[in-house]
C-alpha cells in the first residue's frame, strides 16, 4: 500500500520498512531453500515444485514492495488494491503450497519436531486454525479498512500501514492453509466443508468489491476512478486468487485413500 506523505521521516520509515521486508522475504527464502536442498539429498527427496512455489511467493512479497513498482501514480488506490491482491492471496497460496511447515519438521531435530508439534495442537492455534475464524481475520480486516475510519489512519501513520500489510499476509496465509494447505493443522474438517467456507469468501469479497465500487458504506478519501478501478481490481483478481485456492483443494482430495488408511489405521 504505497500512501503518499509529505515528511521526511515518514518517507524514510517507508524506506526503512521496505528495506527489512525485503530481507525478511530474501532470508526466509535462503533457509527454505538450504532446507529443500539437504532433503532433497534424502531417499524420501523432496519436491521442486513445492520448491519453486515457495520462493516465488517469497519473491513476489520481496517485488510487491519495490518501489517504483506500481504502474499508477503514488498514494494511488487501485495500486494499495493490487498489493492487496498479491500480498494478501496470492503470495500466501504459493508460499503455503510450499509446505514449509513439513519441510521444518523434516529438518528440526526430532525433539524440537515435538515441540512444534505440541504448538500445532495447542488451543490458541487450533482457535485461529478454523476456516472460520480464519474467514473472520480475512474478510473482517478488509471490512475494518475499507469501512471505517482506519483507513485515514493507516495513511497518516507508516507505522500502522507496516502493520496492515503483516495482517494482510498473516490473514491470506492462515486462510489458504487451513483450506488447502499440504502441510498438516489440527482438526481440519472435510473438504466438502472447507469447499463450503471457501464459498462463502467469495461471497463476502464479492460485496466489498461491489460496495467499494459504488461507493456505499466507503469511508476512503479517493476519488471516484481510483475507488472504482479498485473495486474492479478486487472483485476479478480476487475470483482469479480463490479459484486458484479451490484448485489447489480439490487436486488434493483423494476420499478413496483416505478411506483406504483410516481402515488400515483401524485394522
Known amino acids: 500500500m504505497t500512501l503518499a506523505h509529505s515528511g521526511h521521516a515518514d518517507a524514510a520509515l517507508l524506506d526503512a520498512t521496505s528495506a527489512l521486508a525485503l530481507v525478511a522475504a530474501a532470508a526466509l527464502a535462503v533457509a527454505y531453500a538450504v532446507a529443500a536442498r539437504a532433503r532433497s539429498r534424502e531417499p524420501r527427496g523432496w519436491s521442486a515444485w513445492r520448491t519453486a512455489s515457495f520462493l516465488a511467493g517469497c519473491a513476489v512479497l520481496g517485488l510487491v ?6 504502474p499508477y501514480p503514488a498514494g494511488d488506490f487501485r495500486w494499495h488494491m493490487a498489493q492487496h491482491l498479491l500480498i494478501g492471496m496470492v503470495a500466501p497460496l504459493l508460499l503455503v503450497l510450499g509446505a514449509p511447515m513439513t519441510l521444518l519438521l523434516r529438518t528440526l531435530p526430532r525433539r524440537h519436531g515435538r515441540l512444534v508439534g505440541r504448538a500445532l495442537r495447542s488451543w490458541p ?3 485461529v486454525a478454523n476456516p472460520l475464524s480464519a474467514l473472520a481475520l480475512n474478510v473482517g480486516g478488509l471490512a475494518v479498512l475499507y469501512f471505517t475510519p482506519f483507513y485515514g489512519v493507516v495513511e497518516a501513520h507508516e507505522s500502522v500501514h507496516a502493520l496492515v500489510h503483516l495482517h494482510f499476509v498473516a490473514a491470506g496465509y492462515l486462510f489458504a492453509w487451513v483450506i488447502a494447505g499440504p502441510d498438516p493443522a489440527p482438526h481440519r474438517p472435510s473438504v466438502p ?13 464479492a460485496l466489498i468489491s461491489q460496495l467499494l465500487y459504488a461507493g456505499i458504506g466507503v469511508q476512503v478519501p479517493v476519488g471516484e476512478a481510483e475507488r472504482r478501478g479498485a473495486g474492479e481490481l478486487m472483485y476479478y483478481g480476487g475470483d482469479i486468487a480463490e479459484l486458484l485456492i479451490a484448485l489447489a483443494l480439490v487436486t488434493s482430495w483423494r476420499p478413496r485413500a483416505r478411506a483406504r488408511a483410516v481402515a488400515a489405521a483401524q485394522a
Open 65 to 70: 514492495l519495490l518501489p517504483g513498482l506500481s
Open 125 to 127: 492455534v487450533r482457535l
Open 193 to 205: 466443508v472447507r469447499l463450503v467456507v471457501l464459498g462463502a469468501a467469495v461471497a463476502f469479497h
